[in-house]
């Protein structure tokens, strides 16, 4: 069977990915440094599986890297690490450049060196996000893969800069790879600190549900499974060096995404309608893009779609958290 390395699979979008595709025929290894954001307890289900292997590593450690690399000789490596919360990027954004830039630097850098070692068909998969492209409000088009970047916070910032890596390190050194840009995704095991979970333990706790600004901010919204999905098929089926937009057409405000929370824990739920009343609107943060929006034709061009109702998906989600 052949390898299938995967950095950052104990954190949200990454555990979901490795249980997706532990069952088909590839041995997964696993690399996570388990900071807060990860849960390695999710992974439990499948942790004796014989093609399941886990290493407790910071990407950063380019020796241990090293050794993994060289011990497993990959076909793909799916380079989920990455510090996400744009929050937490503003009060410490050193951790971003850390773990983002040089974290990424690191692994390209690593494979350059045992790059004779490694499977023909090889490609270093790469996940970014829609942050990089900078705030579409005002904007009648949808941004593009190859569109220039405009990063408004260390965050995204910090992932741009990763991105760019990748691509010079493609050109450069002949490191095959892809890039995918997620827009915002949702789901079981996310960290409490991202805005759906906030919404929804908020209202669980019968606490103030804190909304930035006036809540316009516009978003497309995707489901964790349909993301994985689409990562898998560009990995399978994308073109060499190529950039492809993961995204569900779900454009809404959180204003809006927090109506429909609302609902479907009153109408499938039994929560009271006195749940609206938590929303509290509290001071926007520096810097607050008022908009994402994608166009995702060529990801469809090769097979694939979302395949989630997001009001199914948001009660999917919402009965896990319960």
């Keep these: 069977m052949k390898n299938i390395i995967v950095t950052g699979g104990a954190g949200f979008i990454g555990s979901n990915f490795v249980k997706r595709i532990v069952n088909n025929n590839y041995n997964i290894i696993n690399i996570d440094n388990l900071t807060y954001a990860s849960n390695i307890n999710y992974l439990d289900e ?68 045992i790059k004779h070692l490694l499977d023909k068909k090889f490609k270093f998969i790469h996940i970014s996000t829609d942050e990089v492209f900078g705030d579409m409000h005002g904007n009648k088009k949808k941004s593009l893969e190859n569109d220039s970047y405009n990063p408004s916070s260390p965050y995204s910032a910090s992932k741009a800069s990763s991105d760019h890596l990748v691509t010079a390190w493609g050109r450069t050194f002949k490191i095959p790879y892809n890039i995918t840009f997620s827009c915002n995704n949702f789901g079981p095991n996310q960290n409490k600190e991202k805005f759906v979970p906030v919404v929804i333990n908020s209202i669980i706790n019968n606490k103030k549900i804190p909304v930035y600004g006036n809540g316009n901010q516009i978003r497309d919204w995707i489901y964790v499974e349909d993301n994985v999905d689409g990562i898998i098929k560009v990995a399978r089926k994308g073109i060499v060096n190529e950039k492809y937009n993961i995204c569900a057409d779900n454009l809404l405000s959180n204003k809006e995404l927090i109506k429909i929370i609302c609902e479907i824990l009153v109408r499938k739920f039994n929560f009271k309608k006195n749940i609206f009343n938590l929303i509290s609107f509290v001071k926007d943060r520096p810097g607050h893009d008022l908009k994402y929006s994608q166009n995702s034709s060529k990801i469809k061009n090769i097979g694939w779609r979302a395949k989630h109702n997001i009001y199914q998906a948001l009660e999917k989600t919402i009965y896990w958290y319960l």
């Design 46 to 113: 499948i942790k004796n599986k014989k093609n399941y292997f886990f290493y407790k590593v910071n990407i950063l450690h380019k020796k241990k890297i090293q050794e993994i690399l060289i011990k497993h000789k990959p076909l793909y490596i799916f380079n989920f690490a990455a510090e996400t919360h744009v929050d937490n990027s503003i009060l410490d954004s050193f951790k971003f450049l850390k773990t983002n830039i040089l974290g990424t630097y690191c692994l390209l850098n690593t494979i350059l060196d």
